[in-house]
C-alpha cells in the first residue's frame, strides 16, 4: 500500500500498515520535519522513501532519505550545496502503558524506579515510541538529517580556505600576500640636491 499526501507521509495510521508493510514515498519540507536553519538549512524538499513493517507492535522503518542541505564550509566560509543521500534505519515501540492499569497497590518509589530503568533502557540510538494508533517520523527523520551532518563541513577536499593575512577566498585566485615577499624592502630614491653655486658670470 502507498500514501502520497505529506500528512499521512509523516504519520501513517498503524492500521495502515498490512502484512505486506507499508511504503512512504513522497517529499516533505524542512519545516513539516522541524527542521530550523540551526539544525540544517534544507534547499528544496527532500525526498523521502519509506518502508514499514509491523510485527506484533513493533514497526521496523528503512529506507531513504535525500535532499540537498547549505552547510558553510569552515574553511573557506562560503555556503556551499550538500546532496545528502542516506539511509533510515528506526524502530517504533508503543509507548508504555501506565502502572495504574494494575489493581494492587502501587509503591510510588519502585514505580519511578521502574519506569525510569524502561525509559533507559529504551533509550537505545534509533528506538522511538509511538502513542495511539499513528506514528509520528518527522522527529525521528529530522534527527536523521541532523546526525549526517558533518563536522567539518568542507565544500572541496580542494578548498583552498583564507588567506591568513589578507581573509580573501583562494579559491578565488591568489591574493597579493603570495607575490609579496615577507619583509618588504624600499628603494629609496634619494633626490640629489644640487646645490646652486654662489659663483654668477656678469
Ligand atoms: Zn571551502
Ligand atoms: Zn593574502
Given at each position: ?19 505486506d ?46 535532499g ?7 574553511r ?18 508503543p509507548e ?13 518509589r ?93
Amino acid at each position: 500500500m502507498q500514501i502520497g499526501a505529506t500528512m499521512d507521509l509523516l504519520t501513517p495510521l498503524l492500521a495502515d500498515i498490512t502484512d505486506d508493510g507499508l511504503s512512504l514515498v513522497g517529499e516533505v519540507t524542512a519545516e513539516e520535519l522541524g527542521l530550523t536553519d540551526d539544525d540544517a538549512a534544507a534547499r528544496g524538499p527532500l525526498a523521502v522513501s519509506l518502508d514499514l513493517t509491523n510485527v506484533e507492535g513493533l514497526v521496523a522503518v528503512t529506507g531513504v532519505l535525500e535532499g540537498t542541505i547549505l552547510r558553510e564550509c569552515v574553511r573557506c566560509l562560503k555556503q556551499y550545496e550538500d546532496p545528502l543521500a542516506f539511509s533510515v534505519r528506526a524502530a517504533f515501540i508503543p509507548e508504555p502503558k501506565p502502572a495504574s492499569k494494575h489493581p494492587k497497590r502501587v509503591d510510588p518509589r519502585k514505580a519511578r524506579e521502574e519506569a525510569a530503568a524502561a525509559e533507559e533502557e529504551e533509550d537505545l540510538d534509533d528506538q522511538y515510541q509511538y502513542q495511539g494508533n499513528r506514528l509520528d517520523l518527522a522527529p525521528m527523520l529530522r534527527e536523521h538529517v541532523i546526525l549526517a551532518a558533518p563536522m567539518q563541513p568542507i565544500c572541496s577536499d580542494e578548498c583552498l580556505g583564507l588567506c591568513a593575512r589578507c581573509g580573501k577566498n583562494l579559491n578565488e585566485g591568489p591574493c597579493q600576500c603570495a607575490a609579496e615577499p615577507p619583509i618588504p624592502t624600499f628603494r629609496v630614491v634619494q633626490s640629489m640636491k644640487r646645490k646652486t653655486g654662489g659663483s654668477s658670470a656678469s
